[in-house]
């Protein structure tokens, strides 16, 4: 999909707007998981979460090589939209982002607030992007998928600043929501030449992309109804799926309510606040705690915006005893 050189460029073009992020080893989640830990912090971005990433060079590219386009468009259930809202306004370009209703307060606030067009339609992600998709061929509008070549080498970005900073990492446990996360890790390692084993981690109640890199094809789910909305798909994309099967470990399967308790424990042991994708690679690591002693774990905190009443709701009543949230 792209060289070392390419990559290395792409770093410098989001370098423009968005500084490296940290990647910290914390004591109490090494003590807690028993291991050596290091946390990639991707929620330190100016949108809180990796996409931003891929938004900058997709809109590089395009500036570039197609400069009279009329405008773009997109489905996002928050940081996909959030990504695209805040290159265009850095590339002066409009867009129009579709989410479903009932779609985070605070992610439309933010993508409205970075000044793309937001429209709700449809009950979930894949009603809002079939409806951008109808409507980007009526207008004449372009269409930004959330996967391509483009995000991919963006978000790519990221591994590469961990992987350059911890190559000793043996395993990296990256949350799947449309895949480009993943892919641009598994990509980055390979043109690293580490051997850093890199595994998937997705919703029980989202499971489309688990169930496809089983199957070694595309694989769809009628429903997505996992509250971490990241993670809320339940239509792959092959691309992505064909580089997953080949370059990932495997897939590990996480609830709703361990992803609550890992977004707990980011809190007390980080005083970072992850979403809930952002917290499913700590999820799952804390779900294979036993087989990862030894080893040096990555891993991936994806994003940090999560609605003020949904964090309330879903993550605070099950706190007890030492994890008990301060109010």
């Not at 830990?37 to 891929?54: C, L, S």
């Not at 595309?218 to 239509?235: F, K, L, Q």
Request: glycine residues 10%; contains cysteine.
């Amino acid at each position: 999909m792209f060289d070392l050189t390419e990559l290395e460029r792409a770093h410098e073009i989001v370098g423009q707007a968005v500084s490296p992020t940290p990647a910290h080893a914390w004591p109490l989640l090494t003590e807690r998981l028993g291991t050596t830990v290091i946390v990639k912090h991707e929620n330190h971005t100016p949108t809180a979460a990796f996409k931003v990433r891929g938004g900058l060079v997709y809109f590089n590219r395009l500036k570039r090589e197609r400069p009279g386009v009329a405008g773009l468009i997109s489905a996002t259930r928050g940081n996909h939209g959030q990504s695209l809202a805040f290159a265009a306004s850095r590339y002066k370009l409009p867009v129009t982002i579709y989410v479903p209703h009932g779609n985070s307060v605070e992610q439309n606030r933010a993508i409205r607030g970075f000044g793309a067009e937001l429209v709700e339609h449809g009950e979930d992600f894949q009603a809002a992007r079939e409806e951008a998709y109808r409507r980007a061929e009526s207008n004449g509008l372009e269409i930004v998928p959330a996967f391509h070549p483009d995000l991919v080498l963006g978000v790519a970005t990221y591994a590469l600043e961990l992987l350059r900073k911890a190559p000793d990492l043996d395993v990296l446990y990256v949350p799947i929501g449309q895949g480009s996360g993943i892919c641009g890790c598994i990509l980055a390692r390979d043109l690293l030449g580490l051997k850093t084993e890199i595994i998937g981690v997705q919703s029980t109640e989202a499971p489309a992309y688990a169930l496809s890199f089983a199957a070694g094809v595309v694989v769809t789910t009628e429903t997505s109804n996992t509250r971490a909305d990241g993670m809320a798909t339940r239509i792959p994309d092959a691309d992505a799926v064909a580089i997953m099967h080949k370059g990932a470990s495997r897939m590990v399967q996480v609830t709703d309510d361990e992803i609550a308790a890992a977004m707990r424990a980011y809190w007390t042991d980080t005083h970072n606040l992850a979403e809930g994708a952002g917290a499913a690679a700590l999820a799952a690591a804390l779900q294979e705690r036993n087989r990862l002693q030894g080893k040096r774990v990555g891993l991936v905190l994806s994003g940090g915006n999560i609605d003020f009443d949904r964090f309330r709701t879903w993550v605070m009543p099950e706190a007890t005893g030492a994890e008990r949230m301060p109010v």
